[in-house]
């Protein structure tokens, strides 16, 4: 296991912010009976594909180019993991004419429905769920709690976009629902390094677990032996 500050915010973070968090220290782990939550990976942010994000926006605003992309053989593997251990699995995703928004982001015009499908190597199957959102939080308005409870899980592993936004939402929700969280570090991202970095600093000392992929997959695997 990693130490408990042993993560990507080590470069942004000063001592005396370390000091402030230190209370908030401990062992991180896995829930007894997790599912899985993917949270909008659709198509909409691999779009122009492994490109700085700047560039990717020119092309499709909301695109988080390279960091998606670099995030993607993670989550091919934790999706793998999971399937391998048996667990519940969710992801969540909007419709291109849900009114409502995640956030203010400035749509121009009209979105074709397909860049909200699931992207191909990280795709759902028969037997997982899709939970169609129109707030950032997964949670909001749909009945995830629901199919949370009657699948049996006690707790979340949570990965996708944007740490800043539907990933904090999501967990902050879980959080607040009473499931323990814990959020894949590699298998997360946002538009920006920093937005991604402090939002996954301050979650891990408040909310959520942050684990590194092997982690969470050498628990997995622990408990597909078992």
């Not at 230190?22 to 909008?40: C, F, K, S, W």
Request: glycine residues 6%; aromatic residues 8%; contains cysteine.
């Amino acid at each position: 296991m990693r130490a408990f500050e042993d993560h990507c915010w080590k470069d942004i973070v000063t001592d005396e912010m370390l000091e402030i968090y230190e209370p908030y220290a401990r062992q991180t782990r896995v829930g007894m009976n997790p599912a899985l939550i993917l949270v909008d990976l659709y198509n909409k942010v691999y779009v122009g594909g492994s490109i700085p994000v700047k560039a990717a926006n020119r092309i499709q605003p909301g695109s988080c180019g390279e960091l998606a992309w670099n995030a993607l053989p993670h989550t091919v593997r934790l999706l793998a993991a999971a399937r391998r251990a048996k667990l519940p699995i969710i992801y969540s995703s909007r419709h291109a004419r849900t009114r409502a928004k995640a956030t203010f982001r400035k749509v121009s015009a009209p979105e074709p429905e397909e860049l909200f499908h699931i992207q191909e190597q990280v795709a759902p199957i028969e037997g997982d769920f899709i939970i169609y959102k129109e707030r950032a939080s997964a949670f909001f308005g749909t009945p995830l709690v629901a199919h949370l409870r009657l699948m049996g899980a006690d707790s979340l592993i949570i990965c996708g976009e944007a740490t800043s936004g539907c990933v904090r939402a999501t967990v902050m929700d879980g959080f607040n629902y009473g499931f323990h969280c814990s959020v894949v570090e590699e298998c997360t991202f946002d538009n920006t390094l920093l937005c991604h970095k402090i939002n996954l600093f301050d979650m891990h000392h408040k909310y959520a677990d942050v684990m590194g992929i092997d982690d969470v997959v050498a628990h997995l695997d622990g408990i597909n032996q078992a």
